[in-house]
C-alpha cells in the first residue's frame, strides 16, 4: 500500500519535473533543425523560475476567477497527467478514472482557461477563447471517437488495462488502430496548439489561439499556466506512447529494475515522439484558422471511421 | 506469425483507403499530385505483399507497373503539365471539404456493408479486403463528382484503377494478361486525356469543365 502510493508519488512528480524539460527539448531541435543554435534545453526551467520571482500584475477589473483560474487549470492537468500510465501500468491512481474521464478534465481545465481568456474583457482574450471553443467543439468529439475505438478493441476504457492489451500479440496491426493513432496525432497537435493550427513561438500574431487567452497573465500566474501547458504535451505524448507503443511498460509490483527499466524507455519514447514533433512542424506552414476546423474534423472522420470498422 | 503476415496485408489495404480520404480532403493541386503517387506507392507495397502471400510471381510484375507508371510516370508528367497550364496553385470545389468528406465516409460505410453481406463464406479479413477496394473505387468517383477541374478528375479516375487492381489482387488469380491490358489502357487514356487537356485550355482559356457545359458545339 505504502509502496504503491510511493510509486504514485513519484509518477507524479516525475511527469512535473520533466515536462518543461520536454518543452525545451522541442524548441531546442526546432531551432537546431532552422540552423540556429536556440536556447538550452534547460530554458524553460529558467523561465518558470524567473516567472515565479515575479510580481503578479492583474488588471483592476479582474476577479477572483481569473486569479483561481490557472490553478485550477494546472491542478486539472496534473490530475489527468497522474493517471496516464507513464513508465508503469496499474499505477494506484489509474485504476480511479478511465480514458473519458482524462478527457473531462482536460475539458474543464480548458473551459476555465476560456473563462480566464475572456474575464479582463480584452479584445484579444475573446479572440482567443472563441476560437479555443470552435477547436474544441471538433476536437473533442474526435478524441472520444479514438476513445471509443481503442476501447472497442481493448475491451476496456482504462488506460491501464489498454496498455496491457495493446502490448499483447492479440492486438495484432488493425486498420482501426491506425485510424484511431491518426486521430489522437492531429486531436494533440489541435489541442496542445501545435504549428499547423496554433504557433506556440509567438505572442502577437493575429491568427494565435492560446497566447491570446494567456496574455493578461503575469508572474507566477504565468508561469503555472505555462507548465500546465508543457504538461499537456507530455500528456497527449505519453498518451499516445502508452495506447500504441505500449511495449516495455513496467507492470505493477514489477521491482526496482522493472521501473527503472520502463522509465528509461518512457524517457526514450518521449525522446522519438518529441523529435518528431519537431520535424513536422519544421516542414508544414500554419493553416488559417477557418481550415483548422477542416483539419481537425478529418480527425473526427478518422476516428468515426475506426469505429466503424470494427462493427464488421 | 501467421495472423501477423494478414494483418500487414489488411493494413496496407486500409492506407490505400486512408489516401483516398487524403485526397478528398487535399484541395491543392500539387500536394493532390503527391498524394496520388503515395497512393499508387501503398498499392504497390499491397499488391507486392499479396504477391509474397499468395506465392505468386505475376503479382510482382503488376507492382512494378504501379510503382513505376503510377508512382512516378504519370504524376511527374501531371505535375509538369499543371505547371505548363500555370494552375498547380488553385482547386476550385464544387461542394466543400466538410460535406465531401461526409459523403465519404457514407460511401466507405456503404461499401463495407455490402461487400460484407454479399459474401457471407469468405473470410472476415478478406472480405474486409474487398470492402475496401470498393471504398477506394467509390472515392475515386466522389472525386471526381466533386472536383471541377480536369486535372483532378484525371487523378479521381486514375485512384478508381488503383481500387480495382486492389480488389483483384485481393481476390486471388487475375490473369496476367488483363492486369497488362489495364495498365496500357490506362496509359492510353492518360495520353488522351493530357492532350485533351490542352485542348480544352486552348478552347476556353480554362480547365475548368463547367465551362464545357455551356458549350452547345461549333457554330457555324
Known sequence: MIIDLLTQGVEMILVLAIAPLLTGFVRKVKARLLRRQGPSV????RDLLRLARKEVVLAENASWLFRTAPYLIFAATWVAAALVPTFASGLMFSWA??????????????????????????????????????????????????VFTVALIAGSSQLSTVARFMATAEA????????????????????????????????????????????????RHLAVIELAASLKLLLYLSLIGC??????????????????????????????????????????????????PQFVGAALMLGLLGTLLLFF | ??????????????????????????????????LFALHAVILAFSV????????????????????????????????????????HRQIENVVGVGPTMLLGMGLAALGMLLMV???????LLGREDLGFALSTVMLGLLLMVARRNAVSQVIGFMSVENGTILAATGAKGMPMVVEISVAFSILIAFIVIGVFLFRIRERFDTVDLQALDQFRGEQG
Open chain 1, 243 to 292: 495506447i500504441f507503443i505500449p511495449w516495455g511498460m513496467a507492470a505493477s509490483g514489477g521491482g526496482i529494475t522493472g521501473y527503472l527499466i520502463g522509465s528509461l524507455l518512457y524517457l526514450a519514447k518521449l525522446g522519438v515522439l518529441g523529435l518528431g514533433l519537431a520535424l513536422f512542424e519544421s516542414a508544414i506552414a500554419k493553416m488559417r484558422v477557418f481550415r483548422v
Open chain 2, 48 to 87: 507486392a505483399w499479396q504477391a509474397h502471400l499468395q506465392d505468386a510471381p505475376h503479382l510482382y510484375v503488376t507492382a512494378m507497373i504501379a510503382l513505376f507508371f503510377k508512382a512516378l510516370f504519370i504524376p511527374l508528367a501531371l505535375h509538369r503539365i499543371v505547371v505548363r497550364l500555370n494552375i
Open chain 1, 42 to 45: 534547460w530554458q524553460p526551467y
Open chain 2, 117 to 123: 453481406r454479399i459474401t457471407p463464406d469468405s473470410d
Open chain 1, 97 to 146: 478514472a478511465d480514458l473519458i474521464a482524462i478527457i473531462a478534465l482536460l475539458g474543464s481545465a480548458r473551459f476555465f482557461l476560456a473563462l480566464a481568456g475572456m474575464e479582463v474583457g480584452t479584445a484579444f482574450g475573446g479572440i482567443g477563447s472563441s476560437r479555443e471553443a470552435m477547436i474544441a467543439s471538433v476536437a473533442e468529439p474526435a478524441i472520444l471517437m479514438m
Open chain 2, 1 to 34: 506469425m501467421d495472423k501477423l503476415v494478414f494483418d500487414i496485408a489488411h493494413l496496407l489495404a486500409g492506407s490505400v483507403l486512408l489516401v483516398s480520404f487524403m485526397m478528398l480532403y487535399q484541395n491543392r493541386l500539387s500536394a493532390l499530385l503527391n
Open chain 1, 172 to 219: 495484432g496491426l488493425r486498420v482501426s488502430t491506425g485510424l484511431a493513432l491518426f486521430a489522437l496525432i492531429i486531436v494533440a497537435l489541435a489541442e496542445n496548439a501545435r504549428i499547423p493550427v496554433d504557433n506556440p513561438a509567438t505572442h502577437l500574431e493575429l491568427t494565435m489561439v492560446h497566447e491570446a487567452m494567456v496574455l493578461e497573465y503575469s508572474g
